[in-house]
């Protein structure tokens, strides 16, 4: 069942995007060659707390996530736990945080390049990657349904020649971090529930330089690209309005 979100909620979601948008402005800051992401996740474990802010991902699942912060470097697509590996010039590295605020979420990944980029497809990756999470948000309007957000982000990602990732979804978002409806990064337009004022969604594209198959890690969260491709994801939570899509994680 998808939830519509009456006022105070959604004035909580505001809170918690706003909270969580101003913990992402420090990490260019903090984020450097030499850095491990183990170290990336202390600083925001820490950032989180002077924020007011509770962490959804630690302990999240089976077997539990053990950090506050999924970080993905280069092939790895999503849920990478935190390690002692220092960062290298020209790694691609996605941050991933879900985080309330009295009770509501708000859910967000930015991806950074260390020092210079690796190439210019990776920047091109990069680019896509927002590109594709701008088209879908634009799509989350009253009456539109649920995969004409997809088709857009497929839409972008494959006129680049970049692989969609079919194995991961964006989703419904709310007092959990995940509700319904699913919303996949890939699909014909037209299908799934209609989009009605009120609904929250959290919009992920998830995109590859190569193909977009994956293989999951013995630590059963660890997902790369099979072939070893660069991978890129990055989120936005979305408010669905009257006016249309508020972000609730840009400021």
């Known amino acids: 069942m998808i939830v519509r ?33 183990k170290e990336l996740d202390a600083f925001l474990e820490c950032f989180l707390k002077e924020s007011g802010m509770h962490a959804e991902c630690k302990g999240y699942g089976v077997p539990p996530f053990p ?22 010039e020209g790694d691609l590295v996605t941050v991933d945080i879900c985080a309330s605020y009295n009770g509501y979420c ?11 980029p690796s190439s210019d497809k990776a920047i091109e990756l990069v680019k896509a990657a927002y590109n594709a999470l701008d088209a879908g948000i634009a799509m989350v309007l009253i009456g539109n349904r649920i995969s004409d957000i997809s088709s857009a982000i497929q839409t972008v990602v494959e006129s680049h020649g970049f692989g969609v990732v079919r194995d991961f ?20 337009k037209g299908k799934g529930p209609v989009i009605e004022e009120g609904m929250a969604f959290a919009i992920e594209p998830m995109i590859t ?27 936005d939570t979305v408010i669905v309005t009257s006016d249309g899509p508020e972000i609730t994680t840009r400021l």
């Open 67 to 88: 950090a506050v912060s999924c970080i993905s470097v280069n092939d790895v697509i999503v849920h990478g736990i935190p390690n002692s590996i220092p960062f290298k």
């Open 5 to 37: 979100k009456n006022n105070h909620a959604l004035s909580l979601m505001r809170e918690a995007g706003k909270r969580l948008a101003k913990v992402f402005e420090k990490i260019p800051l903090v984020i450097k060659t030499g850095m491990t992401s």
């Open 209 to 235: 330089l190569g193909d977009y198959k994956v293989r999951m890690d013995a630590d059963k969260w660890t997902a790369r690209t099979a072939d070893g491709s660069l991978a890129a994801h990055v989120e």
């Open 169 to 188: 979804a964006g989703h419904g978002i709310g007092k959990k971090m995940h509700e319904d409806p699913e919303i996949l990064n890939y699909g014909n």
């Open 106 to 116: 708000a859910d967000m990944a930015r991806t950074y390049f260390i020092g210079k």
